[in-house]
């Protein structure tokens, strides 16, 4: 046998640098032959055999056409097209998915089209995921938001596959597209990509598997605008409901491992929408830097350590994503899913706020870890946080106010703590220094930061009171509690209902799910979500409280009353009418005249009451106010919301000039107090406009409306929805002096203002109602014409406002000397089935006149 | 790679998925019996692919394996099912399963002739149709190639064994191996000349038949 030099023996002998050769090699691979020399003389002196290896190497690459080539197609049946699948032609074979083949295929009927259809693989098609499938189409059928991609048709064929078609489209996975747009572009497109994903979460709908290749970034024939699609949601939905025997029947369980969180890693049953925020996490980071963070601990470890550790993004890396964003990307993919942003949509407003230059709530870890390591060593003493804290909110005007003068509050934090619901004994342990520590945590001298903002801070004490605390929940539900209040005066809702939400889980670990106390926090907690314009599942939850109370308490305790006079406005089924009246005076009689409890009861009923113009309503809001005056003080935060909702029952009663009379003081009050852009200062003005508008002053109307927008749009982000609302009003002002020509632009910047905060169609609807009105006022027929037919299209309740608009069109038609398209129009609207029968008789009756006339 | 068996806590443990996070675990003992249950699979599966037998219904590697993985670990609704860190454990033993299968085999035949210059223009990335269309001494020389570049390169090796003997796609393995498709495809051209060189010396140190 030759033995050469270049033998196959063991090629360790010849002391050659193997990273460097296959380095070497795998960049003359990238470039054309003639540069190879170049590349390889660089290091021809250093390293004289490696080099010669390399460049034998590259010979025999050479020739390597048929070595070890891909694989041919199998010819069995799996490898061509099918012929048909189910109704569909398929064209060609796409490619393999982790749930099947996709095909793009012909349509022909209803109508012609290429579609794309995914056909399951073996393994997946059990009859219990075809059942599935097949529910699943219905449902999928509804998720109809424009980044998401539609599902059309869902059906097995003859033999028994299951298949799935959706519109079928050619782009670029979003990772890709986005290197070729600027930092800022970038953003946008991600922010788009969350809110299309929140929108299918807020639809009870988890993707679980996404990943670039699954949002698909595409411009339409003609568009110069991008347009996202997400693939495969209703699939993995659809597959996650049919069970668990999905993820051992296929060779790809769900979830691709570079871009699953680590909960689907560890297979747990838990998984929620905050899973997509992790790959979401993933896929930004990739589209700003091309890469994956890669993670303290390999993925093949026990993963474990993943949530011990704070992850680090490789430092190549970090240099692209600066402060913030690196911030914003660990956040999301925190291993602990409690500390990740907890919606798609949250996620979204961060990088909003960091495209505006804000703040953004992704906090550096290192002071979270820090002060809860401080917090958890003194288990006790938690109340004398949120107290403190209390303290300094409520009782110092700003939080400019230097430390010196935040230590002199611990004397006042002691008096106040008498005032708190805390057991006694439980105060007399607490340790002063801990509030040192605390402080100490916030010290800029220390920390070298400035002191955050109070919500920033709330929120902050809101996440160690869970965690310092999951050992004593006791604590936790007093603390949380009590964070929760102050976040809910400040109108920090969305951070009011989680701090309640926390505190009613801590106080059913500590207390049971029975407590009152959880229950109280449960109402909170729904309260907030409200305010916070949360509304899924509101009523549903409401009875259930409803429920538990009245199982578990008398029917004057306080719990059950509370929670009835919730139920009165949340779930008004439980609570019928004269019973929901009569609870301020059962509150009263149960001895609790004066007390919280009474004056809540007093504001809602008598909202309630005076909105269906019950003249009781007002009477009880008068006798709440009174004693809220008492309570909280004239400018009270409370008994200002009293006077805007009395000025509201006044205006509902037409009496104007009263109601104008005390929202103006009231609004007076508010905006010396609490500034001019706050909820509470908004809503005032809101009303203040409103009854000047109705009550015959429309200048002053107008311009408290035109004061109103000012107010909601100075800051960014705009305060909506009363941004929302002072467009509204203008329109109206303008309307009201005959001036619709201005009119127009503001019913138009409403329109889209609901159109961009909602994409529930029937909210749209009566602004465009409203707009097509206004555009036949100020003589733009054809452009109202256009905008009815959009209206037409989307169906829903509100028909006065549509009749209206219907009928004010056709009347500028007729006057046009177009009756015959006036009446098309009507008969159009009479066939369409809209409306209900008094309203389709008002129709009947205007085309009988139209048809009537000459 | 061959253990003494009766040592062997999992001695007819027919628990596949135990088997699985005990081997990724680091269990040698697991991994071992793992090894001997994919191997029963993918014997019995394998003797109806190899040349002269049912020839026109050849799955390759990636099916064969994708069977074996149906087979082993389809587990009754509502039963816990594979982690995905597991996957890599299985896609080893079954790269070991295949080899010891199809090295067998080759050994079993008439290795004495060697194909020389009439090794076939096309030799394709799946063990299966290799085993197929090369002779029994390349394809064990083919084999023992890799295992010397293991020596120099143990992830290129690896991405060979992957692709070649279970018949996963770039994209697969680089998921397995945790790194980009970028690398894979680098060390996949790597290893490829690597291996056709190796391959290349063999026959040219040959006498001529």
């Not at chain 1, 009418?577 to 005249?593: N, S, T, V, Y």
């Not at chain 2, 194909?115 to 223009?121: C, L, Q, V, W």
Request: glycine residues 6%; aromatic residues 4%; contains cysteine.
């Amino acid at each position: 046998m030759n033995r050469s030099s270049r033998s196959t023996g063991s090629p360790l002998a010849d002391a050659i640098d193997w990273s460097l050769a296959k380095r070497l090699f795998s960049e003359a691979l990238e470039l054309p032959a003639e540069e190879h020399d170049a590349l390889l003389s660089a290091h021809r002196a250093e390293h004289r055999a490696t080099v010669q290896r390399v460049a034998s190497l590259l010979e025999a690459h050479g020739r390597t056409d048929g070595f070890l080539v891909e694989p041919k197609p199998r010819d069995d049946a799996d490898a061509s097209l099918p012929n048909r699948i189910g109704p569909y032609t398929p064209l060609e074979r796409l490619g393999e998915g982790g749930f099947g083949v996709v095909y793009r295929a012909t349509q022909t009927e209803p109508i012609a089209r290429d579609v794309a259809i995914k056909v399951l693989r073996t393994g997946l098609d059990t009859p219990e995921v075809v059942a599935r499938f097949r529910d699943e189409r219905q449902y999928l059928a509804q998720l109809d938001h424009s980044d998401v991609v539609t599902i059309f048709d869902a059906g097995v064929t003859e033999d028994g596959t299951a298949y799935l078609v959706m519109e079928y489209f050619e782009g670029d996975p979003v990772t890709n597209f986005a290197a070729r747009l600027t930092l800022s572009e970038r953003l946008r497109l991600f922010a788009r990509v969350c809110r299309a994903v929140h929108a299918v979460h807020q639809r009870g709908v988890m993707h679980r598997d996404l990943k670039p290749s699954n949002i698909i970034v595409h411009h339409a024939p003609g568009d110069d605008t991008p347009r996202v699609r997400i693939i495969d949601f209703g699939i993995a939905a659809a597959v996650q409901r049919a069970g668990r025997d999905t993820m051992t029947a296929v060779g790809a369980p769900l979830g691709t491992p570079r871009y699953a969180s680590p909960e689907q890693a560890r297979g747990d049953a838990g998984v929620d929408t905050r899973t997509d925020v992790y790959s979401l996490g993933m896929i930004l980071c990739e589209m700003l830097t091309g890469k994956l963070p890669r993670q303290a601990s390999s993925r093949d470890a026990p993963v474990d350590t993943q949530a011990d550790r704070p992850s680090t993004l490789h430092p190549p890396e970090r240099s692209r994503l600066r402060g913030d964003l690196d911030r914003i990307v660990l956040k999301a993919i925190d291993g602990t899913i409690d500390r990740r942003y907890d919606s798609a949509a949250s996620l979204a407003d961060d990088v909003g706020r960091y495209l505006r230059g804000e703040p953004v709530l992704a906090t550096k870890p290192s002071v979270l870890y820090t002060a809860s390591k401080f917090v958890a060593r003194r288990r006790t003493a938690s109340a004398l946080i949120g107290v403190a804290l209390l303290a300094i909110v409520s009782g110092l005007a700003t939080l400019s106010i230097g430390i010196e003068r935040a230590r002199s509050a611990e004397r006042d934090v002691r008096s106040a703590l008498d005032r708190v619901s805390v057991e006694r004994d439980r105060a007399d342990a607490i340790n002063a220094f801990l509030l040192g520590d605390v402080i100490d945590s916030l010290n800029p001298d220390v920390t070298g930061q400035p002191i955050p903002p109070t919500n920033a801070l709330l929120a902050r004490m809101s996440d160690l009171g869970d965690e310092a605390f999951a050992d004593n929940p006791a604590t936790a539900q007093a603390l949380l509690g009590r964070v929760g209040h102050a976040q809910r005066s400040l109108g920090l809702y969305a951070d009011a209902a989680r701090s309640h939400e926390r505190e009613a889980e801590a106080s059913s670990r500590a207390f049971g799910t029975h407590d009152e106390r959880t229950l109280y926090a449960r109402i909170d907690a729904l309260l907030s979500r409200l305010s916070a314009r949360s509304f899924d599942g509101a009523e549903r939850e409401m009875v259930e409280i409803v429920r538990l109370t009245q199982d578990h308490f008398a029917p004057d305790h306080p719990v059950a009353l509370r929670a009835q006079v919730h139920a009165s406005h949340i779930a008004p089924d439980v609570v019928a009418g004269e019973d929901a009246a009569e609870l301020p005076g059962r509150i009263e009689h149960a001895g609790l005249a004066g007390s919280d409890l009474h004056i809540e009861s007093l504001m809602i009923i008598g909202d309630l009451l005076a909105r269906s113009g019950d003249p009781r309503g007002l009477d009880m809001l008068l006798r709440g106010v009174e004693l809220a005056a008492r309570t909280h003080g004239a400018s009270g935060v409370v008994t200002l919301d009293f006077a805007n909702r009395i000025g509201r029952a006044l205006r509902a009663l037409d009496r104007h000039e009263e109601a104008i009379a005390l929202l103006e003081e009231s609004y007076a009050d508010a905006r010396r107090v609490y500034g001019p852009g706050t909820q509470l200062t908004l809503a005032l003005l809101t009303q203040l406009s409103l009854a000047a508008l109705l009550g015959d002053r429309p200048d002053e109307g107008l311009g408290h409306a035109q004061e109103l927008y000012a107010n909601a749009t100075e800051n960014t982000p705009p305060n909506e929805p009363f941004a929302s609302i002072g467009a509204m009003l203008i329109a109206r002002g303008h309307e009201e002096l005959g001036h619709y020509e201005e009119a127009v632009p503001w019913r138009r910047e409403r329109l889209d203002r609901m159109l961009v905060a909602t994409t529930r169609v029937d909210e749209h609807h009566v602004p465009r109602a409203r707009l097509v009105t206004t555009l036949v006022r100020a003589d733009r027929i054809a452009e109202a014409e256009t905008e009815f037919q959009d209206l037409r299209k989307a169906g829903g309740p509100h028909e006065q406002f549509r009749l209206s608009a219907a009928l004010t069109l056709a009347q500028a038609l007729k006057e046009a000397d177009r009756a015959g398209d006036a009446l098309s129009l009507l008969e159009a609207e009479r066939d369409s089935d809209a409306y209900t029968s008094d309203l389709a008789e008002t129709l009947q009756t205007r085309i009988e006149a139209l048809s009537d006339a000459p | 790679m061959e253990h003494q068996s009766d040592q062997n806590p999992y001695e007819g443990s027919g628990d596949v998925t135990r088997l699985l996070s005990a081997s990724s675990g680091g269990d040698e003992a697991a991994r071992d019996r793992l090894v001997e249950v994919v191997y029963a699979e993918i014997h019995r599966m394998a003797r109806g692919q190899m040349r002269g037998e049912r020839a026109e219904h050849t799955l390759g590697a990636t099916g064969l394996v994708h069977e074996t993985f149906l087979k082993l670990f389809k587990a009754p609704a509502g039963e816990g099912g594979m982690m995905w860190s597991d996957r890599r454990a299985f896609f080893t033993a079954a790269v070991t399963a295949m080899r010891r299968v199809l090295v067998d085999h080759a050994r079993a035949r008439d290795a004495q002739k060697r194909g020389g210059r009439n090794r076939p223009a096309r030799i394709e990335a799946d063990a299966i149709a290799a085993a197929n269309s090369m002779s029994s001494a390349d394809f064990l020389a083919l084999d023992e190639a890799i295992s010397r570049l293991e020596e120099i390169d143990r992830r290129a090796a690896e991405v060979v064994r992957l692709r070649f003997y279970a018949g996963r796609e770039i994209k697969e393995v680089a998921e397995l191996l945790g790194v980009s498709d970028r690398t894979v495809k680098r060390d996949w051209e790597f290893a490829r000349a690597t291996l056709f060189e190796s391959m290349s010396h063999d026959a040219a140190s040959e006498p001529e038949a």
